[in-house]
């Protein structure tokens, strides 16, 4: 008989999970304890804008006309114990209050509320990030709590997808890292993911802590990476160099590679920033701090872009302070294809300058409710061309590919000002510039 899956946790991970194991062909039940997600799912809407996700559900979700009917929604623990042979959780780690460390209360929460439910034969696996060492620490606490005792196993089964692109990349994982302690669990993975390991996709078996450790090292790595050519754009711009230039350079060397090399205003979310401290924080637990102390640098070297930025903003509307000014800021969202506002550079950045005095005004294709909700007092426009009405300085700071197709004479029109600054460093120069527009970029001091 087919494996029947749960995930518990629907946010942008656990919802395009659920959706995705349906779309597998597997009979799915997802919970979480946020009504307002279960309500969304259960009417075929995507709780968050995920590019493809609302299709997926429309196709899959139970009492959707046409729909497949395999996947199903509940907030009853009971019901998810006694559904599911293999039970996926994929709740939030957030960053800890005024800490580095990361917050092990939700899954904690999460995996003993399953297992006071779970009277038979079930196998949990974690996909959150989490410390390493926490995976070790769950299973006993799981094999106390659950009543079915040795028949309920632990795995640990970190994910790799980027958001906007979230769909694809659960369909179509790149690798498949398990942390497996028995050939059960790994013969149950396996089949699992039998669609991508028949496509070709690696899939590496490992021990507890490494699997826990291979999803940590992999966003650390790609922080470094950014923070690396950022800390080469400050040079550049000591220098009179281009970061562009010099990344293009950089990576035609096949080892370097080109991607994640893209100077700007760094990097954010609810992943990146918050796991290279909670890594930090645990090492120092381990008493292999000094391992990571590079770590504290990549952090450093990012949020130090966002404040180069406002003094860029600040330097455009004169210099001395952002009283009086209109600042257009195109972006909210911390990537494009996402309206996922948590940490992001782009509203931080207007966060600052509005603390400052500047009059914000703020446009973000998907991100305006999100951006609403965290920043309630910046001004938000319906529109790129609203936002830069009577700007004084227009800011590009998430790079949506709507803001590329701009037509900078029509924005020149109502622009009070005409300097645009690039935080991302995609705009094309030459079309702002034809058009009358003082155009600058991070890192680029002579672009
Ligand atoms: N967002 C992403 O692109 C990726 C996230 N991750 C990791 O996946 C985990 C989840 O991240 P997101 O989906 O972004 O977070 P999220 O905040 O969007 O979703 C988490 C969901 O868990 C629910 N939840 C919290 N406590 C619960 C409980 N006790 N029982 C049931 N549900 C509960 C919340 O209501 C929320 O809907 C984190 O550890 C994150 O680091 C890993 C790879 C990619
Ligand atoms: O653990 C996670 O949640 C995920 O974190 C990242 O995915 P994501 O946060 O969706 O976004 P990225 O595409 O990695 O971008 C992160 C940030 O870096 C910035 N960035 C990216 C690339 C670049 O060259 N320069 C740059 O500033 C982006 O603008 C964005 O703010 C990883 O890429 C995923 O593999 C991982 O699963």
Redesign the pocket.
Known sequence: MALKITVIGTG??GATHAAAMAELGFEVLALDVAKEKIDALRAGRAPMYEPGLEELLRRHVSGIEGSSGRLRVTMDWAEIADFGDVHFVCVNTPQKQGEYACDMSYVESAMDSLAKHLGKAALVVGKS?VPVGSADRLAARLAELAPAGGEVELAWNP????????VE?TLHPDRIVVGVRSERAERLLREVYASPIAEGTPFVVADFATAELV?TS??SF??T??SF??AMAEVCEAAGGDVATLAEALGHDERIGR??????????????PK?IRAFMARAGELGADQALTFLREVDSVNMRRRGHMVDMAREAVGGESFLGKRVAVLGAT??PD?D?VRD??ALNVAGQIHLQGGQVTVYDPKGMDNARLVFPTLGYATSALEAVRGADVVLHL??WREFRDLDPAELGAVASVRTVLDG?NVLDPARWRDAGWTYRAMGRPNA
């Not at 994910?159 to 979230?166: P, S, T």
């Open positions: 942008y991970l990030t994910e790799f997808l980027r958001e906007g692109f979230a990349d999803k992999a966003n790609l922080a990476k950014i050519i950022n991607k994640f090399l893209r100077a700007g205003i760094g990097f954010g979310g609810g992943c990146l796991d911390f990537k996402s996922d992001s550079p998430t790079e991302r």
